[in-house]
C-alpha cells in the first residue's frame, strides 16, 4: 500500500477552480505534506507545506491562487480561478525520520 | 536566490559507474538536509536518497541500497551521489533537492540526465 494516493488525472476549465487530493494511508493519516508542480518539460517546484490541521504556507512567489485544506487523511489542493500555466503535474509528498514518499502524481488539464 | 545546480549525467553501460555533482549557492549549506529524487521517462517522482545536514547520516531508497552512496562536502557547498552497478532502470532524470529544516523539499534543481545502455 503506497502512504500517498492521488488521482491520476483531473480538469477544469480556464477562470474555474480545482481541488486535487492526496490521501495519506494509515499510520501515517497525521503527517504533514508538500505540493509541488511540475510544469510540461521542466523541474518540479514547491508549492506548500500543508499540515494535517489545514494549516498550510506557501513557498515564495507562489501565488495567492493556491491553497490548501485538509480533512482527516486528506490533503487538498485549490486552485483558484485556473490559468493556462496551471496546465502540469502534481505531487505530493511526506517523509519521516528515515525515507520521503511521493504520491503517483495528478496530471491537470485546463480545458 | 537559491540555486541548485546538477551535472555528471550521461550515457553509461549496464553495470558501470557514475557520480552526480549538485553545486548549491543561496543559501547555508551545511544547515540543510539534502536528496536526490529521480524521475524515469513518463513517470513520477521517485525519492532516491537523503543525507543529513551536518553529521552525515544518510538514508536509502531499496532500489539505491547497496548500489548508491550520497554525500556532501559543506566546504564545496556540493552534494554527490556515486552510483555504482548501474541497470537499465536506472535510466531517469536525477534531482537534487534541497530540505526545509528536517521537513518536506522547498527547492529543486533543473535536473541531470542519466542514460543505462548498451
Known amino acids: 500500500q503506497s502512504v500517498l494516493t492521488q488521482s491520476s488525472s483531473a480538469s477544469a476549465s480556464l477562470g474555474s477552480s480545482v481541488k486535487l487530493t492526496c490521501t495519506l494511508s494509515?499510520?501515517?493519516?497525521?503527517?504533514?505534506i508538500a505540493w509541488h508542480q511540475q510544469q510540461p518539460g521542466k523541474a518540479p517546484r514547491y508549492l506548500m507545506k500543508?499540515?494535517?490541521?489545514?494549516?498550510?504556507k506557501k513557498g515564495s512567489g507562489i501565488p495567492d491562487r493556491f491553497s490548501g485544506s485538509s480533512s482527516g487523511p486528506d490533503r487538498y489542493l485549490t486552485i483558484s480561478n485556473l490559468q493556462s500555466e496551471d496546465e502540469a503535474d502534481y505531487y505530493c509528498?511526506?517523509?519521516?525520520?528515515?525515507?520521503?514518499?511521493f504520491g503517483g502524481g495528478t496530471k491537470l488539464t485546463v480545458l | 536566490e537559491v540555486q541548485l545546480l546538477e551535472s555528471g549525467g550521461g550515457l553509461v553501460q549496464p553495470g558501470g559507474s557514475l557520480r552526480l555533482s549538485c553545486a548549491a549557492s543561496?543559501?547555508?549549506?551545511?544547515?540543510?538536509?539534502m536528496s536526490w529524487v529521480r524521475q524515469r521517462p513518463g513517470k513520477g517522482l521517485e525519492w532516491v536518497s537523503s543525507?543529513?545536514?551536518?553529521?552525515?547520516?544518510?538514508y536509502y531508497a531499496e532500489s539505491a541500497k547497496g548500489r548508491f552512496t550520497i554525500s556532501r562536502d559543506n566546504s564545496e557547498n556540493t552534494l554527490y551521489l556515486q552510483m555504482n552497478s548501474l541497470r537499465a532502470d536506472d535510466t531517469a532524470v536525477y534531482y537534487c533537492?534541497?530540505?526545509?529544516?528536517?521537513?518536506?523539499?522547498?527547492?529543486w534543481g533543473q535536473g541531470t540526465l542519466v542514460t543505462v545502455s548498451s
Open positions: 494509515s499510520g501515517h493519516s497525521s503527517n504533514i
Open positions: 509528498e511526506t517523509w519521516d525520520r528515515n525515507s520521503r514518499a
Open positions: 543525507i543529513c545536514a551536518s553529521f552525515g547520516c544518510t
Open positions: 543561496g543559501f547555508i549549506f551545511r544547515n540543510y538536509g
Open positions: 533537492a534541497k530540505i526545509k529544516d528536517g521537513a518536506g523539499i522547498d527547492y
Open positions: 500543508l499540515e494535517g490541521s489545514g494549516s498550510y
